[in-house]
């Protein structure tokens, strides 16, 4: 017999009550010491966390000591559309077993690399005759040795495996618009959230990366933190400067948060001394090369021009994404961008670097419009083939109105509105209307380590 009805839970507060606090958690094997309900974490907010065996330091990384997470839901809820959410709070947290339960339908999924995958589920009726079933999943006493097990072989397997080299990937068009920032922060935000360390270095005087990571939170000019301290800094000088001292935490941007050498408008103005230097475009390559034990992703975003800073950016990267809305005059922008890889490519020869990897056009700021997007994307992408010479991406980034505003959040800070940026996924958390390009991400993140896997 149950110790509690099913048919009495009403609401979530009853599902929270009545099931997972007085049953399940002690039931699992949970004392009052292991668990924890609403907790948060960054921007996400948990029904309870659960702890196998608490480590100190707390660490959110693939050695992360989280267990278990629960998320109860109403009765009256399908939790079909929670799925996603739980595999972003389990995926962000590097959680291995995640819960998901109305009081009616229950359900056990555990994360692997960056999806989740469903293990258990029966109706909650029928939850005593298959305790013993759940406990060897998601128990106290099992994790804990499921953890040892682990780590053991993570230990064995460090010690006989080679750690991967640092990459770099360009982020690069000649044409502004065509969502270059927006494909630089989001794929630093969907790398990172996969459990890879993420370096972003903006090097766009625009700087829109570092307002989209959340660096830009004065209002006024007395109050810039950045104008003596970013990625001009660390090019024009060879000796100091190093990355450790220019880079900054991304705040509040994505969870976790990523990296970022932050840019500036005074840019502009140090053009002219770098160029004097030539010595200047090779810095990145060497400061990089000091932190390539630390990050496994290096983003650059890169200015629409073929100046100083693009040289650099290109010089640098080991692979390039073009983003490109696939319009006549970013078509034919690819004509320029083929002839100013040629002549990179030709000085990175005389450094002993190998040609950069054309990942290829990735499709941005694509029109939803079914109709349009039937009838003219398979000739503009004919045309990116066949004319200029570049191979298509098979990811696609549709122009959809979250994209924009996941950038362009606000908090109220007195009489002050602070910009307070998110991530496309951390946005998605809150907003539905996100998840469609969320999961385009995912699947641009994904394409990006296939292609780093098979190349």
């Known amino acids: 017999m149950l110790s509690f009805k099913p048919e009495s839970q009403f609401t979530e507060a009853d599902v929270e009550s009545k099931f997972i606090v007085q049953y399940l958690l002690p039931t699992l094997g949970y004392t009052q010491d292991d668990w924890y309900q609403e907790v948060a974490l960054g921007n996400i907010r948990l029904d309870f966390l659960a702890f196998a065996a608490q480590v100190l330091p707390f660490t959110l990384d693939a050695n992360s000591p989280l267990s278990l997470v629960i998320e109860a839901k109403s009765p009256k809820r399908n939790l079909d559309i929670y ?30 690399a960056d999806d989740i995958y469903l293990i258990f589920q029966c109706n909650v009726n029928d939850i005593d005759d298959k305790i013993d079933e759940v406990k060897s999943i998601v128990g106290k006493d099992s994790i804990k040795e499921k953890k040892k097990i682990e780590a053991t072989f993570q230990s064995i397997h460090t010690q ?30 969907a790398l990172r959230k996969k459990g890879h360390n993420v370096l972003l270095v903006d090097l766009d005087s625009q700087a829109n990366s570092t ?11 007395e109050d810039d933190t950045l104008k003596d301290n970013n990625v001009y800094h660390l090019l024009e000088s060879a000796d100091f400067n190093l990355v450790q001292d220019v880079s900054r935490q991304s705040n ?33 390559i060497k400061k990089l090369q000091k932190e390539k034990d630390k990050y496994n992703f290096v983003i650059i975003d890169t200015p629409p021009s073929r100046d100083i800073y693009a040289q650099v950016a290109i010089t640098t990267a080991d692979h390039l994404i073009i983003p490109s809305d696939l319009k006549p005059f970013a078509n034919q922008g690819l004509s320029s961008v083929y002839n100013f890889i040629k002549e990179i490519n030709e000085f990175r020869e005389s450094i002993n670097r190998k040609p950069i990897n054309i990942m290829g056009v990735l499709p941005s700021k694509i029109s939803t419009n079914a109709k349009a997007f039937d009838k003219t994307f398979p ?11 570049f191979p298509v991406m098979d990811s696609i980034i549709f122009e959809r109105a979250a994209l924009s505003h996941c950038l362009n959040q606000t908090v109220s800070v007195g009489d002050l509105e602070i910009p307070d940026p998110r991530s496309i996924f951390d946005f998605a958390d809150k907003n539905v209307s996100a998840n469609q390009s969320a999961q385009e991400f995912e699947a641009l993140a994904k394409e990006v380590l296939t292609k780093m896997e098979n190349s």
């Open 83 to 112: 799925v996603r959410r739980l595999k972003q709070y389990l995926t962000a947290l590097y959680v291995k077993y995640g819960i998901l339960t109305n009081g009616k339908d229950f359900r056990i999924y555990t994360r692997f």
């Open 160 to 189: 006989q495996g080679e750690k991967k080299p640092m990459k770099v990937i360009a982020i690069y068009h000649n044409k502004g618009g065509v969502g270059k920032t927006t494909v630089s922060v989001n794929l630093a935000a």
């Open 211 to 221: 307002f989209a990571a959340g660096l830009v939170k004065f209002q006024f000019e």
């Open 252 to 284: 509040l941007f994505n969870t976790p948060e990523i990296d970022i050498i932050p840019s500036h408008i005074n840019l502009i103005e140090g053009q002219y001394k770098l160029n004097q230097i030539k010595a200047s475009q090779l810095r990145l």
């Open 379 to 389: 000739k503009q992408k004919e045309t990116i083939l066949k004319h200029y010479n």
